[in-house]
């Protein structure tokens, strides 16, 4: 059974900084491509970044890039998401996904999700 959990989330001041991270049982990254991906109320669900299983590409949608980072420690099983200059609009429940493939910051194919840790930026 695989299981995701992420951890990091929480209440942070604009232009604040927040670090995320993903544990998994029963999958290990580097066998697959893996993302971060974003819901807010009202609103769809959007990939922000995501790793290949090679860990040598990372995408970025374009409401993120040059502020988030994405990264995976390989020996600890830990997919992290170092999140800069947050804003207002980067508050959501922010979900780790494995899958397959990765496409400007999408998984072409999703397979498991973690339950979420909630971002909230706000003043």
């Known amino acids: ?10 209440l942070v001041q604009p232009g604040g900084s927040l670090n995320l991270s993903c544990t998994s049982s029963g999958v ?3 066998d697959w491509s893996v993302a971060w991906y974003r819901q807010s109320p009202g609103k769809e669900r959007e990939g922000v970044s995501c790793i290949t299983n090679s860990g040598s590409n990372n995408y970025y949608s374009d409401s993120v890039k040059g502020r ?26 922010y979900y780790c996904v494995v899958g397959l493939g990765c496409a400007h910051g999408t998984l072409v194919r999703k397979e498991y999700f973690g339950q979420g840790t909630q971002v909230t930026v706000s003043s």
């Open 1 to 10: 059974q695989v299981r995701l959990l992420e951890s990091g989330g929480g």
């Open 68 to 93: 988030f980072l994405i990264s995976r420690d390989s020996a600890k099983n830990i997919l992290h998401l170092s999140m800069t200059s947050l804003r207002p609009e980067d508050t959501a429940m």
């Open 28 to 30: 290990r990254f580097h």
